[in-house]
Each structure stands twice: as structure tokens, then as C-alpha cells.
């Protein structure tokens, strides 16, 4: 093929290089020009153009992608037809990409005319998601090239589809007092979610001690009728004969793996017990996000093969995230400080008082909102940061002097999930853990606060901790800096109940007493607290 600039008068059945307007006509790139094109191209005073020319022994850029996408026809995958030089590939069941990279990167290599690009290897598709495209660069290209691609395929299996195939799978969940049931039942319910792309579904749940005899137990009698037994311990693996692992060969099963290099993940276990896969499920696993387990159970259920040899050439690609507040024991670090910032809600119009300001009502001359910030300064959190909104001027100029730093939410209309975004937002970036506090709350003390703070110091800032007033929930409530970016979620007058009540996090309940139940929102309750409403 030739390309460059041509007098007019040798462009009929030429290729137009590039896309061009005159007056009131339009001519697309790659449009094969006729006579009529060309004379009207002359009419508006053109004398040249760029084109390609195709010579002999050459084929058009159409039929050059269909032949590489003939020889790279597979199972399981759909060949769109030809255009623009290209033709994509689409999946046509859920399952597993396969792709041979070595086949790949040789075909590439022919000519930079031709490209092939796919998914990663091992992607999970949906029927109709497109897996590869073949495109061909120039307008025509010698026949010869897309030749040498199709017999360089010959007899390779360059892509492929391992379909999904539903399973029967078993649950085993041990459990431990520590671990509340609403995080079992929130594992159970998201591992059914991950076995529905397959069809696939949990026939049978068992729970039972943290214990080897009896996780044992529960494998050989789940094994019997499944092809999958997923177990999900009370605690992370820490050794090959820790209770998941030694379970499995008291079942009378083999371990072919423990530990994988899938970051998060690494605490996985695989092996088999009379016939089904065994799988001891990483803690990452009661979350939706990706992590390594999910790596090797979309393989099995897509019935590719996987054990200790596949598992240890995933390290590639395997760090799926970097989560900074993991534990790194065998790494010798500064351990940092645990430091607590508060976040006071201040914004809302407090309909229900009926008029006044309720953060405005004096307790001994004091306005309720500096009564409550002036308490969380003197305790041992760092800064304090005060959300307003409804008469914001007013409840900033009460905080004057206090130390605290006021910042503005627009939002405060839309409920107290604004307010609460607003506070965390400006938080720095060293801060472990935000006290989330009302500015409603009379009885507060510096003390309480400092409750608070020891206990999340001494969790090591990888707990929630909630102030309570007779065994019940109330506030303050120190959120960890993990679950910061879930605020940014949080819509209406949903608070940080929502998060403590949904997070698989450990919550520390603190007893400080009446404090932490008594707010005011009514003239009545205000008057029996000891406040006065101003106007």
C-alpha cells in the first residue's frame, strides 16, 4: 500500500485518508473514493488530497482483521463482524478468560500493522462482554501479514472461555464469643452472592467451635453431598496445623496449600476431602471487595485446575490493594501514635424545639455548644472540629476563643450524614480515630471523653468504641480512620450508628453513665437538664 498526497484527477478508487468536508458535502476516512466523489471535490477547487493506494497482492484493513480473527476462533466466543479495520470478540456464557500471552505478544510482534489486545488473563466475564479486539492499523496492508498471523496461530489456543458450572457447595462457619453473629450471617449472605455467577448455591450451613475435631466434622459431612466445601474460620490461619488446616486431614482429606500470594488473601487454605474441594476461606472473604479467594474459586467453578503450582505463580498482579493499618509483625516499625481528633455536630435546626436555638440555650450563662466543646478541648483528643450550619454565624460566634475550628456545611438541610461528611473531611491525614460527638449532649465530661480515648488507644485504633449509659448505645462514638472513607456514603440523617452497627470491626462499649443517653431535643427535656432557651 501507498500513502501520501495525489492530484485529484488519480484519486477514483484511491482511500481517503482523512475525514474532509467541502460546502455541503462530507466524506468519512477510509471512504473509497468514485468518480462523482472526485469531480466534487474539483468543483469546490481542490487539486490534491491524501489517500492510500492499494497495490497488488494487498487486502483492505476488513479483510485483513478477519482473517487474524478467523485463525483465533474458540469456543465459547463470538466473532463480531469486520469494520474500520477491526473485529471484536465477545464472550457468550459467564466464565473465565483464557489467553495464551506467549501466543499473544509472538503475534504482535509480526508487524506493528497488526494488534491483537485482550482482557488479563483469567478475567471473569458476562455473556456479551467484549474479551479482545484485533485492529488493523493502515488502510490495506500486504495479504501476507495477516497470512502470517493466522498460520502462526494454527493449532495454538490463543483465547479461550472456561464457562461457569454450578456447584453444589457446603458452609462451615466456626465461631467464637467474640464474633457476633450479624458478621456470620453477613459472610453466609455474601457467599452466596459470589456463587450466583455460576449458579451455583450453598445447600447446607453448619457452625461449630473453633475447633479441628469438630470443624472436621462438619467437612466430612458436608463432602458427602457437595462438590465445594468453603470454610470460614473464627480467627485468621497463623500455621499449616492450625485448626482449618488440621480439620481437613481429620477428615481424612489432603492440604495441597496453605498461604497464597494474593495480597489481600494470603491466609487461604486449599485441599480436598473425599472428592469435593476444600477451601478455608481468608478473613478478607466477608468482604465483597476482590481479594485472592476470589481468584481461586471463579477458577474452580469455571473447572480450570488449581492447586500448589498455579497458586504460586499468582504473586504477579497479586497485590490487589495496599491496606496501611495491617498488621506487619515480622517488620520492625515506629509504632504510630494513636491520635483521636473530635468532629462535633452542630448543624441541624432542631425543628422539635419549636423555635429557639437549642445549642444556644445556657446552662449556668454558658451556650449548650461551647458547654459541650469546651469539654471535648480539655480531654485528650487533639483538635476539635465543629460542624454548623443552621445559624451558623451565631454558633460559630459562641465558639469564639474555644480553640476549635468551625467549618461551614451548605448541606446541613439534607440531614446529619452532612454535617458528619463536612467534619471528617477536613480531619489531617495523621488522625487514627475521630470522636463524633452532638453538640445536644449537657452532661458530657472531659472525663468521659477521656474514656474513650484510652480505650481506643489501648485497641490500637482497630476498634470502634461507643459510649453507653447502662448497657446501652449512646454517644460518642470513636469511629477508626478504616472507615473514614465509608462516611463519604452516607446519605440523610444516617450517622455514625450506621457504620458501628454495620462495620465487621470489634466495638468496645464504654460505660460513662447517663451522659451518654441524655440529649435534649424537646423544651421539656431541656428545662429537666438544666437549660435555659434564649431567643
Known sequence: MKFGPVRL????????????????????????????????????????????????????EDEAARIVAVALAAQGIEIKPAATGRVNFHAMAAGVFKVNRAAVDAI?????????????????????????????????????????????????????????RSRRVGLVQSVLPSLKGSVLDKTARLTGQ?????????????????????????????????????????????????????????????????????????????????????????????SPKLNGFDWVLDRLLAGLTVGDTEIAAMGVGGLLMEIESRPQPRVTKVRRAMVVDAVVLAAGQGKRMGGPNKLMAEFSGTPLV??????????????????????????????????????????????????????????????AGALIALGDMPHITTADINLLVDAFVRAEGNAIVRATHAGKRGNPVILPRELFAAVAALAGDTGARHLVETSEMAVIDVEIGEGASLDVDTPQAMALAGGVLTS
Open 9 to 60: 484527477e488519480e484519486a477514483e478508487g484511491t482511500i481517503l485518508a482523512h475525514s474532509m468536508a467541502v460546502g455541503d458535502r462530507r466524506w468519512r476516512k477510509a471512504t473509497v473514493l468514485s468518480a462523482e466523489d472526485v469531480a466534487a471535490m474539483k468543483q469546490s477547487g481542490l487539486e490534491t488530497i491524501v489517500v492510500a493506494r492499494m497495490e497488488p497482492g494487498d487486502v483492505d
Open 108 to 164: 504482535n510482534a509480526v508487524d506493528p500493522a497488526i494488534t491483537l489486545a485482550t482482557l488479563a488473563e483469567f478475567s471473569v466475564v458476562e455473556p456479551g462482554q467484549m474479551v479482545a479486539t484485533v485492529k488493523i492499523i493502515p488502510f490495506a496492508l500486504s495479504a501476507a501479514l495477516p497470512q502470517r498471523v493466522a498460520d502462526l496461530a494454527s493449532g495454538l489456543e490463543v483465547l479461550g472461555l472456561s464457562p461457569f
Open 194 to 286: 459470589r456463587l450466583a455467577r455460576s449458579r451455583s448455591v450453598i445447600t447446607q450451613e453448619i457452625r461449630t467451635t473453633h475447633d479441628d475435631a469438630e470443624v472436621a466434622q462438619a467437612i466430612r459431612e458436608l463432602a458427602r453431598d457437595n462438590d465445594m466445601v468453603i470454610v470460614f474460620g473464627a480467627s485468621a490461619i497463623a500455621d499449616s496445623e492450625d485448626v482449618i488446616p488440621a480439620a481437613v486431614g481429620l477428615a481424612g482429606g489432603t492440604v495441597y496449600r496453605v498461604g497464597m500470594p494474593v495480597d489481600p488473601g494470603n491466609l487461604l487454605v486449599l485441599g480436598e476431602v473425599g472428592g469435593a474441594t476444600v477451601i478455608g476461606a481468608p478473613g478478607c472473604a466477608r
Open 370 to 431: 461551647r458547654r459541650v466543646s469546651d469539654a471535648i478541648t480539655a480531654s485528650k483528643v487533639r483538635d476539635v472540629v465543629v460542624a454548623v450550619g443552621h445559624q451558623g454565624e451565631r454558633v460559630a460566634a459562641a465558639l469564639c476563643g474555644s480553640g476549635v475550628r468551625v467549618v461551614g456545611n451548605p448541606d446541613y438541610r439534607t440531614g446529619l450524614a452532612s454535617s458528619l461528611k463536612t467534619g471528617i473531611a477536613v480531619l489531617p491525614a495523621d488522625t
